[in-house]
């Protein structure tokens, strides 16, 4: 179990380079944070939802390789989908991410990505997230990596919720 | 057992008396353990002392009249002793046990905090504390509507006392580490004690990082309550310990009700069992308690003074060989003078966050700490998200903290 499981290089790339890094000024944009008690590192998402799609999306604060590459893919892969595709990217990743007893039993290894999670029938096409898929085998890590998501989750239930997801 | 010398600890000796060290770890990589401030490792004469009581004089203590009974209770109350001795106590009376350093922290809060603190009153912490010599006090106030006060962080890691008859103005009670677990500040605890009782205030330190390291004397340090762990100690997880000064103890009310904490229980009411049972309800870590008691042994067999020798050595040697090796892309924080911090360096290196580094690291075998060390305030304080952290005890020599130079360089390759 290298570091280059971990450490794949468009990992790395996102950590360098970030995508979608910034501030929305909020309102009218949502501001919504999220913490890992465990290590300290915080996230803010910054999110506008009009007629049920991402219309815009930044990330701020400060984390780890894992936590910062992971938040700038997601920015990639859900800024301009609808509030349903974007969930369903959501729980494509989570699932990509969590540790089922069947993947114990088949020795730690991940399903294939897209494969998994859907919950809609249509498979998920995760592109450039399946580099994050080695950190299922860093457990400590997964947290790193889903801090952003479950940020943007709760993001997109506090803005359908405000009535901006509409037909999302 | 490995002795101190007039020439130091004999690391080579002492890592064989700790299996952990003695071997590799499952997949070849050596072990360069680098987390002592954390949780230490255990000698052999630990692990054999709980194995020995389990496989010989296991029953419940206080309780049978049984020879094995009477043995397990001996074998505690003797480690009771050596603890109270340990730390300079005036009678074993004085030593509680709990399950960790945390929640000796909150018997001194919730007991003794509900029956003296009043809306209006006012308690003094640090900004460096560890959150169990925080949050318990958070809660209480919440409950109580006390005012909390706090030493500020003043330079080169140092506490900045020059307001300090101002700040235990009317405090009742004062909170303090005699350790900093991040920086490794050895705080002036004599001098806040003083100025606290001055003002009629009472003390209760945190020794967590402190005991372990140093010669303690409850009373040369001016303390009223003085709280830490077994398992940063050499000892097993599991127990921890609490001296308070008896008079203070005695007028405390319970914390944990149930068996062993009371004489006598009517469905009206209960009259509390004397002092230290008083504060320990159920079946206590009896193994635990007894593996301390080894660890204290020890740790006095090579000698407390031995051991504050050795880590400051080895942590001017880890602070001069870091810079030496790193210079600008390493900030070490914490005092910059060895002699006033205990063996934790606490370091940012780069922009590489601490997880990275202690993520590559591992690679190398060498575990170090990373994250808020449980002192969120502390670390919003110098700016910072979490520090890696590398701490140090009986075992690490020179050779650890080459490894960690070393591994260092790896973590510049991958991310810079």
Redesign the interface.
């Known amino acids: 179990m290298?570091?280059e499981d971990?450490?794949r290089e468009i990992i790395?790339d996102h950590?360098r380079s970030p995508r979608n890094r910034g501030e929305l000024e909020s309102p009218p944009a949502l501001r919504v944070e999220g913490y890992n008690p465990?290590?300290?590192?915080?996230i803010v998402v910054y999110l506008v939802v009009e007629d049920g799609v991402v219309a815009d999306l930044k990330i701020g604060g400060?984390?780890?390789?894992?936590s910062?590459s992971s938040a700038s893919m997601m920015s990639a892969a859900v800024k301009g989908r609808t509030v349903a595709e974007a969930r369903a990217v959501i729980r494509a990743f989570k699932g990509m991410m969590s540790i089922h007893e069947q993947r114990l039993d088949a020795d730690g290894q991940p399903e294939p990505a897209g494969a998994t999670g859907a919950g809609d029938g249509d498979a998920v096409q995760l592109g450039d997230l399946e580099a994050l898929q080695g950190v299922v085998r860093?457990p400590v890590?997964i947290k790193?990596a889903t801090l952003s998501w479950n940020t943007l989750q709760q993001g997109l239930d506090d803005a359908v919720a405000a009535g901006a997801g509409a037909g999302g | 057992m490995a002795g101190g010398t007039m020439t130091g600890l004999d690391v080579a000796t002492i890592r064989k008396d700790f299996p952990i060290l003695d071997r590799a770890q499952a997949d070849g990589r050596p072990l360069v353990y680098l987390d002592s401030a954390a949780s230490s490792q255990k000698p052999q004469a630990v692990l054999d002392a709980m194995d020995h009581y389990y496989e010989t004089t296991h029953a419940n203590v206080h309780r049978g009249v049984y020879t094995i009974a009477e043995q397990a209770t001996r074998l505690m109350e003797e480690a009771r002793d050596k603890v109270a001795r340990f730390v300079g106590a005036s009678s074993s009376r004085e030593i509680v046990f709990a399950k960790n350093g945390t929640e000796c922290l909150n018997l001194v809060a919730h007991s003794w905090g509900r029956a003296n603190l009043r809306p209006g009153d006012a308690v003094l912490l640090s900004e460096i504390e560890h959150h169990a010599n925080l949050v318990p006090w958070l809660i209480l106030r919440e409950q109580l509507g006390f005012e909390l006060r706090y030493i500020p962080l003043g330079q080169d890691g140092h506490l900045d006392l020059a307001d300090l008859d101002r700040l235990v103005d009317g405090v009742r009670l004062v909170g303090i580490t005699a350790m900093s677990n991040v920086l490794g500040t050895l705080t002036p605890v004599r001098r806040i004690a003083d100025a606290a009782h001055a003002a009629g205030a009472v003390v209760v330190v945190d020794g967590a990082q402190y005991a372990p390291h140093l010669v303690t004397d409850v009373t040369e340090l001016g303390a009223d309550f003085f709280a830490f762990t077994g398992h940063k100690l050499l000892g097993p997880t599991g127990v921890g310990v609490l001296w308070g000064r008896e008079e203070l103890l005695d007028a405390m009310p319970p914390f944990l009700g149930g068996g062993e904490m009371i004489r006598d229980v009517r469905l009206d009411g209960f009259t509390p069992n004397e002092l230290p049972w008083k504060f320990e309800a159920g079946t206590p870590p009896i193994a635990e308690t007894i593996g301390l008691g080894a660890a204290i042994d020890y740790l006095q067999g090579l000698g407390m003074e031995a051991v504050r020798e050795h880590e400051v050595r080895l942590t001017a040697y880890a602070m001069r060989t870091l810079t030496a090796r790193h210079g600008d892309d390493l900030r070490i924080f914490g005092p910059s003078e060895p002699a006033q911090r205990g063996g934790v360096v606490s370091f940012a290196y780069k922009d590489v966050?601490?997880?990275?580094i202690s993520?590559?690291l591992d690679?190398a075998g060498v575990c170090v700490r990373?994250?808020?060390h449980c002192a969120?305030p502390l670390?919003r304080r110098l700016g910072v998200?979490?520090t890696a952290r590398a701490s140090f005890y009986v075992y690490n020599d020179e050779s650890d903290v080459d490894a960690l130079a070393d591994a260092l360089d790896a973590t510049s390759d991958?991310?810079c």
């Open positions: 290298g570091l971990l450490y790395l950590y465990l290590c300290g590192d915080e400060q984390g780890c390789s894992i910062q860093f890590r790193c | 966050h601490p997880h990275d993520q590559v690679q990373a994250g808020h969120k670390m998200g979490a991958l991310f």
